[in-house]
């Protein structure tokens, strides 16, 4: 069954080429403020005499491979802290293990597949961590296997190397030019805003179910995708109130209830067909709920928050509108005058949750106290983390035993770029192509650290010149970076092949074998993705799909009330990532034609709302 055109993987040959362009002056910037950082921290490590300045210089840009200072300076906490947490269990392992190499490689091997599945379940940005444990496994306890005393002095050492990049990366992102993050964020919140309360406002209209209203739902739906990793990266931001973590959550929880109550719009649909001169006036609090949503005001400005109080106002009239009676059509009015509170309800929520964002000021203190108890619960699949993690382990397992049964030299470097490989494009779309355009990215790295260090670097005597052929590859290969992750792989593996430091010891024959050794690695990375290759679209749509009906199954036959913010919120994660999914799937693909639109529909119906002193709980 041919797919549907898209993009091609980002690493990808194809998808590489695509992505050039010619560089802006912000590219520049970016390349200069990265190469000044990697410089910065090149003098401090060569002035201390330290045993691997290029691991400082390649970190940085590691670092800076997000430009936005939120993500710098909390991917330089995950850097550090994995780390330091790598650094020790590789002190820890060659404890257990040293008096037997074998054992000592198996049992990190097995620490990095771990860490490798535990990253694949941790979809913040927070992952990066546990790349990082496991990056930092692969360069102490593999790479000195052979020599396991020296795993001591090499993690200490490495620890110290990376916390100077940490430390030059924040400062001279902070000093040169910082990008905040927050600004871009609070853009794309207003933005969500108006599209929501068109969304909402058609969807109360007499019109209520126009022909893309799913398709309109599920995009506002995607915005949680991006805001999930936000999230994380937002109270690091370089500005004078940064975004707290507590209001964020609650921001997102909002969100999720929001996407819930649009999607059970049927409720208020049906209650407005039957509408008759009754008391109810179903149809005329759904024109006054329209109106007060037309109403828009900026995030910083105070009438926002004027806003909010009209709509608890209208909040409570609708509360308490909905009596109950005996007859059948006040009932499904009294249902969808609640459920038309709840949305009046959660949007002043977004207003005043947004405006303490937007102007750093801290909630009130009824909200605080939700915010504090908020904690919206994301879809997790343990299944498809190991699928995930399987070609790590396959290949690193595959390299290990030959490497027992055969004493391959390149051994080291072939499972140290296994790693690298297959940790850019695991569990990503078209995650073989990816492997097979790394391969090319890997040969011309190799090709260009030889060039470097045996037609450039033996001509070096003076440490002035050192840094100014390395600014001639850096600066271009820094533009590079700002299009594609390519330029990332060709400058972090340059500056480890190179290995630089405070002498030249070129050594044409071990060079040759590390490089031979990294592009072997690569292949075999690419041959563990293709023995392990399975329709990872289809299998994780497939499983979000069934999740969402399960979860609604489970809820319903609860003996007690299900907690109606994860339910929600699990099931608007499940709706979210399953829309970015579904919709590159072939088109006559019957999971395209499931509706997981009315699953949420249904899980919002299925939370009967209770009245409590006029407001809705």
Not at 232 to 245: E, F, M, S, V
Not at 284 to 294: F, T, Y
Not at 401 to 421: E, N, P, R
Request: with cysteine; charged share 15%.
């Amino acid at each position: 069954m041919p797919a549907l055109a898209s993009p091609a993987p980002p690493l990808s040959v194809r998808g590489t080429l695509s992505a050039l362009r010619p560089p802006t002056a912000h590219d520049w910037l970016f390349s200069t403020k990265s190469a000044l950082a990697a410089i910065l921290s090149l003098i401090v490590a060569f002035s201390q005499d330290l045993q691997n300045p290029y691991w400082s210089a390649l970190t940085v840009y590691v670092l800076v491979s997000q430009p936005q200072a939120g993500a710098v300076r909390s991917k330089a906490l995950f850097r550090l802290v994995g780390t330091l947490l790598g650094g020790l269990s590789a002190i820890l392992l060659a404890g257990w293990f040293g008096g037997d190499v074998g054992a000592l490689i198996w049992a990190t091997i097995a620490a990095i597949v771990l860490a490798t599945y535990f990253r694949a379940l941790d979809r913040t940005p927070a992952s990066y961590a546990w790349f990082v444990f496991a990056l930092t496994l692969a360069v102490t306890a593999i790479a000195q296997a052979p020599a396991p005393e020296a795993i001591f002095a090499v993690s200490t050492t490495r620890m110290v190397e990376i916390g100077l990049a940490v430390l030059a990366t924040g400062l001279v992102d902070s000093v040169v030019f910082p990008s905040a993050e927050t600004p871009d964020f609070l853009r794309s919140m207003a933005d969500w805003r108006d599209r929501a309360g068109q969304l909402a406002v058609a969807t109360l209209g007499p019109d209520a179910r126009q022909s893309r209203w799913r398709e309109d739902l599920l995009r506002l739906t995607g915005f949680l995708g991006p805001f999930y990793g936000l999230s994380t990266q937002l109270p690091w931001d370089i500005i004078a109130t940064p975004p707290r973590g507590r209001d964020l959550r609650f921001l997102r929880l909002t969100i999720a209830h929001l996407v819930a109550r649009l999607a059970a719009a049927d409720v208020w649909i049906e209650a407005a067909r039957r509408e008759d001169d009754g008391a109810f006036g179903v149809r005329e609090r759904l024109g006054k709920v329209s109106d007060w949503l037309l109403e828009r005001a900026a995030l910083k400005d105070p009438a926002i928050l004027h806003h909010a109080n009209r709509g608890d106002d209208l909040k409570h009239s609708l509360a308490a509108l909905a009596a109950v009676s005996s007859d059948a059509d006040d009932l499904v009015r009294a249902a969808a005058l609640l459920r038309l509170s709840e949305l009046v309800d959660h949007w002043t929520r977004l207003e005043r949750t947004m405006y303490a964002i937007a102007s750093g000021t801290p909630l009130a203190p009824a909200l605080r106290a939700a915010a504090s108890r908020a904690r919206p619960a994301t879809s997790t699949d343990y299944v498809l983390g190991l699928l995930d993690a399987a070609p790590m382990a396959l290949a690193l397992g595959f390299i290990a035993t030959l490497w027992y049964f055969t004493a391959w030299t390149s051994a080291i470097s072939a499972m140290l770029f296994v790693f690298i490989s297959l940790s850019f494009v695991g569990g990503t779309p078209g995650a073989l192509r990816s492997a097979q355009g790394i391969v090319l990215w890997i040969a011309l790295t190799c090709a260009l650290s030889l060039f470097y260090q045996f037609a450039v670097l033996p001509r070096v005597t003076d440490f002035a010149v050192l840094l100014a052929v390395l600014l001639a590859g850096l600066l271009p290969l820094g533009v590079f970076m700002t299009m594609s992750p390519a330029g990332l792989l060709i400058i972090a593996n340059g500056l480890a092949l190179i290995a630089l430091g405070n002498g030249y010891a070129g050594d044409f024959g071990a060079t040759l074998d590390n490089a031979l050794g990294a592009l072997a690695g690569c292949i075999i990375a690419v041959a563990a993705l293709h023995v392990c290759q399975f329709d990872r679209a289809r299998f994780s749509a497939r499983r979000l799909a069934s999740g969402l009906q399960q979860g609604l199954l489970d809820a319903a036959r609860a003996r007690r009330a299900p907690d109606p913010d994860r339910l929600i919120s699990l099931s608007v994660d499940r709706l979210a990532l399953y829309a970015g999914i579904v919709g590159g799937l072939p088109e006559g693909d019957p999971l395209r034609q499931r509706d997981a639109v009315a699953a949420v529909c249904a899980v919002a119906n299925l939370l009967r709302p209770v009245t409590v002193g006029g407001a809705v709980r």
